[in-house]
């Protein structure tokens, strides 16, 4: 857990303010318009400390992508520092899923973007079975569909 909401720091759409145990940067995306010098500021938000692991289970490769060699995890998640001290993730680097049989597709491709939606979640149930089903709700003009 990198961070934590408390009563005092619980804000709407922020995971709330760091954890002892944990570092947090945010670090540039500058393709994407994300930066550190934007107000407020904002990044891909990468950790380190003593309470995260130092890499994947026999997968070498994987480690070597998602670690910096001074311990930082690259988390894929755009955040955003809020005045009050939170933290907000605004944004992915890449939208990809991984399919049943091992495919990365697009969450766009899977829900292409519409004006008409406000909100997507996308979550797995019975997740400990060989083939999961997938719930798809989004909020559609106020409305909750699925």
């Known amino acids: 857990m990198a961070a934590v909401s408390t009563p005092d720091t ?52 994987e480690t070597e992508k998602a670690f910096t060699s001074d311990g930082w995890f690259k988390t894929g998640d755009v955040g955003e520092w809020q005045a009050s001290g939170t933290l907000k993730i605004i944004d992915r680097i890449k939208n990809l899923v991984k399919t049943l049989n091992g495919e990365y597709i697009a969450l766009e491709k899977v829900i292409p973007p519409s004006e008409w939606f406000c909100d997507i979640l996308i979550r797995s149930l019975n997740r400990h079975i060989e083939h999961p089903r997938w719930l798809i709700m989004s909020v559609f003009l106020g409305l909750i569909t699925e």
């Open 10 to 61: 619980l804000e709407y759409g922020a995971v709330g303010i760091p954890t002892s145990a944990i570092e947090i940067k945010l670090v540039d995306v500058p393709e994407a318009g994300y930066l550190h010098s934007n107000t407020p500021s904002q990044g891909e938000i990468w950790l380190r400390g003593p309470a995260l692991c130092t890499g994947y289970y026999n997968n070498e490769d």
